[in-house]
């Protein structure tokens, strides 16, 4: 049974179960609705303990009926049937209480949360709003400004926090269970307090409003779901709770059929599939319990910083003390940073810094489980380095190389035993980004393909693998979006433009914004190696502006002209006099058409490196897209935003 019912004295004990997250199914929605119903009846009974059994409470919805027609009783109806039952339930929470799951909490009269739980309304994130009184039940509980950051954000607040504010009524001392018994026996000796419903809201003047909503829409960057959000809460807080609760309802409705809440599924569900494929399903993974970086700038530094905060102590190679001087300074200054950020305390950060051995001796390697090779982007020098692997390296020990763009194989020939060689394409900042592409070389071995997904998951990173081609699968489709925004400035589009075309769409910066940011010089020199190498690579407009020492903000000048000490992109007089001789029109594409342009050759590319057996599924490259280049979360990916709009049109 999904939902079962234990009687101890006056305290019985309602449990849902319904592997692996308690989600709320048809059956544990029948299960409480009857649940309710049988204990109003018992007259033993004084008080019901809500709990679940495995490793969380009540976790969301039920992904399998995710688009599907809800089927009765409605999740609202039950959660509305436990705060009228007779009897005061308690809910207590361990693991997540999350969407449906923290709505049923507070239907519940009181809360009570083991020390580490978490509790969230994510709705936002799916772009929908919750939908069972999360908006309107939340702000009598805590008031308005804290249900509005819990909502809006969609981000889960931990059990110390819930207190705080007011979410849940005690931590528990102990096991949870006897915890919530001796708290429900406790309870029944006093009045009790009124149901959430019943409580009123102190609303904030219409100037809280006002000085909320930009800070949401920037945070929300088109997306709906959390400006819809905000209007929910606004709406609770002016409005009786019947009111209230019929606004969030066809919002609610509403949304989840909007374009953008079947993107967010979209990507929900890849992102699920995507740290375990099913190809490995029974390869075990090689233990990875100490790991070697060799490069330590800041690619390297990146990857050594995400290690240690994996808890993984690191040995990290340069080639002469000066370098590992610099190696450790670059590791010091993240960690830096995340303490200033208040993610971490100093203290913390020294013991991670501590966890680095850095050293010019390549012997080090001899203990690591994996070995990372993050060195300039030479396959001479790359090839170095592997030699020097061969010689001190355990033979089981996973080599790794982090190139972004060479072929994974040239590097590695002559390897001893290839079949432990992998690419492991992280992005910069390596400890910031969370996409990671796994690059399995020809004779690449399963279980050494499992430890590369091992380790997204131990860095808590978007794995995707990738096949072998210039770039992979996202600087292959970049180099396709910058060359099309290349063409874009020929026809006569304002740089300018284009970028705002862009942001527009939804990207943080437009392809020139962010070239500029990055260095211009980075693809220049790829592209010059290639054309080093006999390759016919045409000069890019990118090329003429790096020439005349255009190398984006590190310049003061690239695409932009920018101020001393600015960030801020100024258009460029000089940029437009350099690259005039390659203008041959003057385009009046609007805003709207430019991004479409863009996004399809995307799309088209993406098309390309399918069929060519790149990725492995459109999903995955929807993925790289997201995780590692900023396209936005709610247009699902390129693959995804192309398959809408031809169902669309």
């Known amino acids: 049974m999904s939902v079962s019912i234990s009687r101890k004295g006056v305290v019985a004990l309602v449990t849902v179960d319904n592997p692996p997250v308690n989600a709320l199914s048809q059956a544990v929605r029948q299960g409480l609705w009857d649940a309710v119903a049988t204990l109003d009846a018992d007259d033993t009974v004084s008080a019901v303990v809500l709990t679940c059994a495995g490793r969380t409470f009540i976790a969301g919805a039920d992904v399998r009926e995710f688009g599907k027609s809800p089927v009765e009783p409605h999740l609202p109806d039950v959660i509305s049937r436990i705060e009228d039952a007779r009897k005061p339930w308690i809910a207590a929470i361990h693991g997540s209480a999350l969407g449906g799951g923290l709505e049923v909490a507070l239907g519940c009269r009181f809360r009570i949360a083991v020390p580490d739980a978490s509790l969230g309304l994510p709705e936002v994130t799916l772009g929908i709003v919750p939908g069972s009184g999360g908006t309107v039940r939340t702000p009598r509980l805590v008031g308005v400004a804290e249900a509005v950051d819990l909502v809006t954000t969609g981000k889960p607040v931990g059990a110390a926090k819930a207190l705080s504010m007011g979410l849940i009524d005690r931590i528990a001392d102990g096991d949870l269970v006897p915890a919530a018994r001796a708290f429900a026996a406790n309870v029944l000796a006093s009045d009790l307090p009124p149901m959430i419903r019943q409580r009123s809201v102190e609303a904030p003047d219409a100037s ?55 993107a967010l599924r979209h990507v929900f569900f890849a992102e699920r599939g995507a740290p375990k494929p099913r190809k490995l399903k029974g390869v075990e993974p090689r233990k990875i319990d100490a790991v070697g970086v060799v490069g330590g700038g800041t690619m390297g530094a990146g990857i050594a910083v995400a290690l240690r905060d994996a808890g993984l102590p690191v040995m990290l190679i340069e080639h002469d003390d ?171 589009v304002e740089i300018a433009e284009i970028d705002a075309a862009m942001r527009g769409f939804g990207f943080a910066m437009g392809p020139f914004e962010a070239q500029d940011l990055g260095g211009l010089d980075i693809a220049f020199l790829q592209r010059e190696g290639a054309r080093s190498g006999g390759q016919d690579i045409p000069e890019t407009l990118g090329d003429i502006l790096v020439k005349a020492g255009r190398k984006g903000q590190k310049t003061s000048g690239g695409w932009y002209d920018y101020g001393e000490g600015s960030r801020k992109p100024v258009p460029s007089a000089t940029t437009a006099d350099l690259l005039k001789a390659r203008v041959t029109g003057r385009s009046t594409l609007s805003r709207d058409a430019i991004a479409a342009r863009l996004v399809a050759v995307m799309a088209d590319e993406g098309a390309d490196i399918l069929a060519e057996g790149i990725a492995q599924s459109a999903a995955d490259i929807d993925l790289v897209k997201i995780h590692g280049y900023g396209f936005p979360r709610w247009r699902g990916g390129p693959m995804f935003h192309a398959l809408q709009r031809g169902v669309e049109e």
């Open 208 to 262: 809280f409003w006002d000085e909320i909503l930009p800070s949401v829409a920037k945070r929300a960057k088109g997306a709906v779901a959390p400006l819809r959000a905000l209007a929910c809460l606004k709406k609770s807080a002016e409005s009786n709770f019947e009111a209230a609760m019929a606004v969030e309802r066809e919002t609610f409705l509403e949304l989840r059929a909007s374009a953008q809440a079947a």
């Open 322 to 492: 000066a370098a590992v001087g610099r190696a450790i300074a670059n590791i010091a200054r993240s960690l830096g940073g995340a303490v200033k950020r208040g993610r971490i305390t100093q203290e913390q950060a020294d013991a991670k810094l501590a966890g680095v051995t850095a050293t010019t001796d390549y012997a080090a390697l001899s203990a690591a489980d994996l070995v990372i090779e993050a060195v300039f982007e030479d396959l001479g020098v790359k090839r170095a380095v592997f030699e020097k692997f061969g010689a001190v390296c355990r033979p089981d020990a996973v080599l790794a190389t982090n190139t972004s763009y060479l072929d994974p194989n040239l590097i590695a020939e002559g390897l001893a035993d290839p079949t432990r060689y992998i690419g492991l394409h992280f992005f910069s900042p390596a400890n910031v980004m969370k996409l990671l592409e796994i690059v399995p070389a020809d004779k690449t071995a399963d279980d050494v393909l499992a430890t590369g997904f091992a380790l997204a998951r131990l860095l808590k990173k978007m794995p995707v693998e990738a096949g072998i081609c210039d770039g992979f699968i996202g600087n292959r489709i970049l180099k396709r979006y910058r060359a099309e925004a290349e063409e874009l400035v020929c026809e006569g």
